[in-house]
């Protein structure tokens, strides 16, 4: 809004004319900050936080983030932004077309914990502004997976018989966090008579399952029902 003020032109004594003219006053450029809330990382994660800029009064100048300004990290964490600074428009009540971004990674290594987080930004004057919300680190669930074969019959194995020896085995991940990447695929308990290879022998994938064909095979006349 303009202030408008008005001043005294010659002197005001009796029987002079006086007259006024209005002077506008613009006010000093200020913005008010908001975020997302409280926000929750797995250890080994990256997640972020938005912020919001929105002006309150006078002519906008950028808004300048800077990393080194996110106070209270816990041990482990780094933050970053992106954009590191926006410029809101003029009209009261308006935030930046695009809102800025704190991406927070948590290291496998940081302490389950919460934290206040204390965001500190400054426009190009000496205006600074803070906004705080809380992090909240939690434990890595552990990994877990299943294992099914199909069909899930038993294998029985005639010498110089190539039927029902194959069978597909599927890991499939059921844990949240982990992966299957580098799972290695290996038979036991098989008779002295019999051996058993795989289509491939590892998972190579960071999806939630990953299949290997078991092939069971027998070196003498016995039968192989392992």
Do not use: W
Not at 34 to 60: K, M
Not at 115 to 141: H, R
Not at 148 to 158: G, I, L, Q, R
Request: include cysteine; glycine fraction near 8%; charged fraction near 5%.
């Amino acid at each position: 809004p303009l202030i408008m003020a008005h001043a005294a032109l010659g002197r005001a004594a009796a029987g002079e004319d006086r007259v006024d003219a209005p002077i506008s006053v613009t006010p000093a450029f200020d913005y008010s900050l908001a975020n997302g809330g409280s926000v929750s990382i797995l250890r080994g994660t990256t997640d972020t936080q938005t912020i919001q800029v929105t002006t309150l009064s006078g002519t906008p100048s950028a808004v300048s983030f800077v990393s080194s300004r996110v106070a209270d990290l816990p041990t482990g964490v780094t933050a970053s932004f992106n954009p590191a600074s926006c410029t809101p428009p003029a009209t009261v009540g308006s935030s930046c077309a695009t809102d800025i971004v704190l991406s927070l990674a948590v290291s496998p290594s940081a302490q389950v914990t919460t934290a206040p987080i204390t965001i500190t930004v400054t426009d190009n004057g000496p205006l600074q502004k803070t906004t705080t919300f809380p992090l909240n680190i939690t434990a890595t669930p552990p990994f877990t997976f299943t294992l099914a074969a199909s069909p899930n019959t038993p294998v029985a194995v005639v010498q110089g018989s190539g039927a029902n020896n194959t069978r597909i085995i599927t890991a499939t991940r059921t844990s949240s966090a982990g992966t299957l990447a580098g799972m290695t695929f290996a038979a036991s308990g098989l008779p002295a008579s019999a051996s058993a290879s795989f289509s491939t022998t590892s998972c190579n994938t960071g999806g939630t399952s990953c299949t290997s064909t078991m092939t069971v095979t027998t070196t003498s006349g016995q039968n192989a029902t392992p």
